[in-house]
């Protein structure tokens, strides 16, 4: 009787969220999805794609480098001030952080494999990542003899590979020690491609990959493409296993160079909403489109301050530089700066014309009950992610409030929008070490994650818009009147909490009907309402004076919520 009763309260709560959601944008953020929709200029931003993508870029090299001096002009034409030189009412300003790099930086020039008798299996021009990072220049064209050892970690080396070329199926970090530094051989091949890559379709792809620096050997690494890895084992099948090589590399001491840009708060200036994107990593989507989207989004937020659109009360951060690393010292370098980062969005892959790559834009949720339990709608990418304990969760508001955003922009331009639980890699991870909410924006499954085939021509436009839409719109609003934002984030999140319990347990009653474990799926929902309780009360944090009345709303919305789970629990222990 009380489950029947339970679920009519299901449907009809199910009814009113579908009708609220019709209503395509709440009126808090109404009038900035229309701003930003007219000023965020896509062609801009593929043009910012296109000219960074055409680098090899490694943190220190020219492309990286020109990447960023590239990015400071288009902040220059809008109106951002260099710091230096800024007067104490410029709101928009940037600086350029240099500091020596620890270990010389590394480009590409040219490169050309062939088989002994003159068949091609690789040429620069069209395979960009087949030397491996910090690889040696050969002298001029050198004639080897090959010699294939294996796949995976239990190589065959039997044969002695003094002075030849070894070939493995297996990672070219790890053969390059194996052959050249503990063996003396000239060189390394190698060849590893996931399986969501599709290497027998996309037969020329190659993932960038590196080995270590050895100034001692000067050796190299090749990378191969599944159509090279083919023709190099008929040739050896067939007893050909000579072949030649001639690869030209720059390698140099140089710095380390990361832009922070800045729109100031004018009222909380200390205050910060924390963009990231990294320059570094030679594809289109990854991450040329995330630096094109970044510096569309500050130079749309310039352009609408001066035209006096909007006014930010809190200041809004935009970092260019190396993934993890230039995030990371943004954060840890400064204390009391650290305690005032009230949120970051890491940019990564956002450009994706997702009906070429196959991918889907996701946002990376912080770690949630669905990166401990995986069930439901909820899975993990392809690029995987292990399940995190409840000590690592971090309750916060953060991941409705995005999320919401997004899904508004996506039913107004019939884009789809996904989320994946936790699984860190990317400038998201730095916030979250340091307690600050962290967030990714990227795309996922990308069967030209990390290949050469991550060209301009699997970047959308459209998509660019979309994702710099989302993210420009989140921060101006939590950047922007804390008390109508607070009172937002209160309710959407205390939705989206009940409509998480109801997902639950409709999910544990399933595992119940098929003898799963009363104990464990209590235990879920009991995780579930906790976290977000504790999201519930971080929703304080963004006033900056303390407001009774709104400690109020946050009492009833946590009593509301852990009466229904209480609720719940009962039904299923009656189930």
Known sequence: MKLKSLSLLIIAFLSLSCTKTDQV????????????????????????????????????????????????????NEGFVEESEAASNDRLTYRIEKRELNRPTWEPVSGMLELGNGEPLLNFDKNRNMMAINSFSTKGVEEYEVVNVGEG?????????????????????????????????????AYRMPHYTQPEKNQTSIQFSGISLDEDKESWGVLLSYAAKENLLQALKNGNNSLKIDLSTKIYESEELTIVAELKG?????????????????????????VGV???????SARLLKAGKIDPERTITYLFGDEIVSTNRYITEDEERAKTIKWGMSLDMVGQNTDVTG????????????????????????????????????????????????????????????????????????????????????HFT???????????????????????????????????????????????????????????????????????????????????????????????????KDDPMFTEQINAATQKIISEKNALVDLLKNL
């Open 446 to 544: 990308d069967q030209f994650y990390h290949t050469d085939n991550d060209r301009i021509d699997k970047v959308s436009k459209s998509t660019l818009k979309n994702v710099g839409t989302g993210a420009l719109v989140s921060a101006l609003t939590l950047t922007g009147d804390q008390k109508k934002a607070a009172t937002l984030i209160l309710e959407e999140t205390t939705n989206a909490a009940i409509d998480r319990l109801h997902v639950e347990f409709e999910l544990s009653k399933n595992e119940l009907s098929e003898n799963g474990d009363l104990e464990k799926e209590i235990d879920i929902l009991e995780t579930w309402a906790d976290w977000y309780v504790k999201s519930i009360e971080r929703s304080s944090d963004i006033l900056t």
């Open 25 to 76: 944008h709440v009126p808090l953020v109404q009038p900035y999805f229309e701003m930003t929709d007219a000023e965020f200029n896509a062609e801009q931003a593929f043009e910012t794609v296109a000219y960074i993508e055409q680098y090899f870029r490694v943190v220190g090299n020219e492309g990286f480098n020109n990447s960023i001096y590239f990015v400071e002009e288009l902040l220059k």
């Open 266 to 290: 004018s009222k909380y200036p200390e205050d910060r909403f924390v963009f990231s994107a990294h320059v570094q990593e030679p594809g289109a989507n990854d991450n040329a489109s995330g």
């Open 359 to 442: 991918g889907s834009f996701l946002i990376e949720k912080m770690p949630d009950p669905g990166a401990i339990w995986t069930r439901g709608d909820e899975k993990h990418s392809e690029w995987g992610g292990r399940p995190l304990t409840k000590e690592e969760m971090t309750p916060h508001y953060f991941n409705d409030f995005i999320l919401n955003r997004f899904q508004e922009q996506g039913k107004a331009k019939g884009w789809i929008v996904n989320v994946n639980p936790y699984e860190g890699g990317s400038d998201h991870v730095p916030f979250l070490r340091n307690d600050i909410p962290g967030l990714l924006l990227w």
């Open 153 to 189: 970690r239990d190589l065959n080396f039997d044969t002695d590979v003094k002075g030849k070329v070894v070939f493995a199926e297996t990672s070219v970090r790890y053969l390059f020690n194996e052959a050249v530094v503990k063996r003396g051989a000239a060189g390394v091949l």
């Open 294 to 300: 970044l510096a569309e989004v500050a130079s749309s």
